[in-house]
């Protein structure tokens, strides 16, 4: 007789209650492609009356997720619970310290504590995965870990965050504004009541970290990624950048450069003949450039129910087969400690809109300041002025080093011309 | 000390090269993520003489391939011979059969015998993988094995052949026609001499009979799919595509429906805004629709030295890793014999056209055929007469069973209005 693979469940949110449902939907093929069956024997959650639309009666119930690690009769523990610490971060530990699996959904968590995790998973034996935890659906963590392991990669990106992709191709589609398209997200419920943890690019920054870490050999280092949100962005720059043949994403890009680390999350300009300017709604996709095998993408659902279940079961069946190693795809003691790049060295193109007072000797103030920080305008537009008397003037820069465009920022800065902050956004270069 | 893992190269073509430039050029990263060295420890080919840009004479040269796999001091042995019976296929034998690991890129043969092969991993307990068979760089292999083993795929479908995309995307562009492009691909080294192996549609039915396998838990049934090649496609076709909403791909497609598996390589229409539809040149992309998932898209490098030596190589950092079990991702014995759908009852939408005499009664006799056979005519252009005197009519169906399409051509069969062989091609539906 095979054992069976002897899940215990922590956190019954949205993903939780798809586990249970694909495990229940999808049993016998499982057991076939696992070689065993996955069984869940034990589940807790804050609330055990709340109806999740599943039966969870077949389920011991822990009132302390903790318990669960240390139950005889469990070989992994999933937690759904989310946090970069707390209970999430307590079960994690104390899973992986009794030799057992662990398989988690949280990005944040991971992007924090994650090479804590695996050193205590190595020292285990104990396999520790996480592809829930980056882009849902699409197996980026394996396709990274494994699929791409022959590679030196030189870049890894994409678009990480489906509720602001979401956001992003509905202002495109309708040409409206960012406020408005947000409150109809959160009434649709495609973007939280708080939805700053999606819009400010935290979210896709935890991923971009993780993606880091298994593109290039190296720690994981959060706190070094430069982070900027779409709150900012108008109707008028998605136009202004469609006419120049560009769509707005939020791209989360890792850069492997000679003088260090870039890792950065900021809306830019994609070629509208770019794979990623195709990706549409809330969909997300990860492009990773290898030195033998070229530009490969991903294109698949980045979060939800359905999606996020497929990842957590994919990793129980890769543990359930005994098909799992180092976490970060190569023990921890042979990752790289690499420096942050410095900022501003990088050279590149850029778009910049500035909003505007309509009077004379604002464009040569504007023009002064980027002649004067040694950046080249390639194109510039300026449209008559809104009904609040402001002016829109949309720039495409020349390439040059980052630092300088930030310099005429910087020069800008205090001007009575300007009528807010100017917007930059980075040019992806392909 | 760790052990190398000692491979044995059969096979030095443009693949074979790749793959000792691959383990040279990113050794110290594939040992990092390895957990130990890739080495190669004997090679085997053709020719001994061959400047094949690698330095050749750090490895034991073995004339007859065969004798690789008797070697004690090979763990793996890797056939880029080629060829789906002949030495591969006894390089393939001898080297289960000894319990060691093998490795291939060779479609043909594992479209033919690969459930033979992986009978003989599992009584050996050996590894035997082949991701780049498909899809070249594309872990694709992979990604169905693995990535989307939660799922219960409804559809796994493509584009599979390089050449083909090459030549129907550089007509596309440049609204020329068929043969003209191909003499150019062959000059440009991307088609071959003899090319009907690529247009013609068998190599994308090799790697669809694959994917099928791994999508469905089904047994390998190459002769159960349905191939249709790009010969016959004109650069008018493209356009009426184009003005109806599509684009034209040679698309590989299986599907799992109630009455069996569905399993074709035809020329297509792809709705514009459909990821296949912005695949351009040569590369390669794999959809599987998942029903958890939803739809994953892969894309990619279908072909070529790095792309393929990329494939190779991640198969031997998975067996080095000892990350491998069932080659098509559960044990033969569980895997499903499956019959192939009855012809011609799915239902779908298909582009028809006809080149025919610019004379009175044409349009009627065609319109009477549909009619007569129950097909609805959802749009019809009629361009002016060529210099030839010959007609277009290019027509697009309602949804039918597709057995009612192929009865309305039969019935027109040998009318003299037809000028050629009438054109089908399947609209993908989404």
Known sequence: MVQPLRVALAGLGVVGGGVVKLLDANRALIERR???????????????????????????WADDAGSLAARDDVDVVVELVGGADGPALTLARATLARGKAFVTANKAMVAHHGIELARAAEAAGAAFKYEAAVAGGIPVIKGLREGAAANEIGRVYGILNGTCNYILTTMEA???????????????????????????????????????????GTTLDFASVAIAGIRPILAADIAEAAALGYRVRLVGLAEAGPKGLLQRVHPCL?????????????????????????????????????????????????????????PFAMPVDSLDERAPAPRGERRGRAYLRFTVADRPGVLAELA??????????????????????????????????????????????????????????HILDV
Not at 174 to 189: C, I, K, N, S, Y
């Open 270 to 326: 994609v070629p509208q003949d770019h794979p990623l300017a195709h990706v549409q709604g809330s969909m997300n996709a990860v492009v990773a450039e290898g030195n033998f095998v070229g530009r490969l993408f991903f294109e698949g659902r980045g979060a939800g129910e359905g999606p996020t279940a497929s990842a957590v079961v994919a990793d129980l069946i890769d543990i359930a087969r005994r098909e799992y190693g180092a």
């Open 34 to 60: 696992a070689g065993r069956p996955i069984e869940i024997v034990a589940v807790s959650a804050r609330d055990r009356h709340r109806d999740r639309g599943v039966d969870l009666s077949r389920f011991d």
């Open 174 to 216: 309708a040409g409206r504004d960012f406020a408005g398209v947000l409150a109809e997200a959160q009434a649709l419920g495609y973007a939280e009541a708080d939805p700053s943890f999606d819009i400010d690019g935290v979210d896709a920054a935890h991923k971009l970290a993780i993606l880091a870490s298994l593109a290039f």
């Open 368 to 425: 002064a300041a980027m002649r004067d920080a040694g950046v080249s305008i390639a194109s510039l537009i300026q449209r008559g002025a809104a009904a609040d008397g402001s002016v829109l003037v949309a720039m495409v820069t020349h390439e040059c080093a980052e630092r300088c465009v930030t310099d005429a920022l910087a020069r800008l800065e205090g001007s009575q011309s300007l009528a807010g902050k100017p917007l930059l956004m």
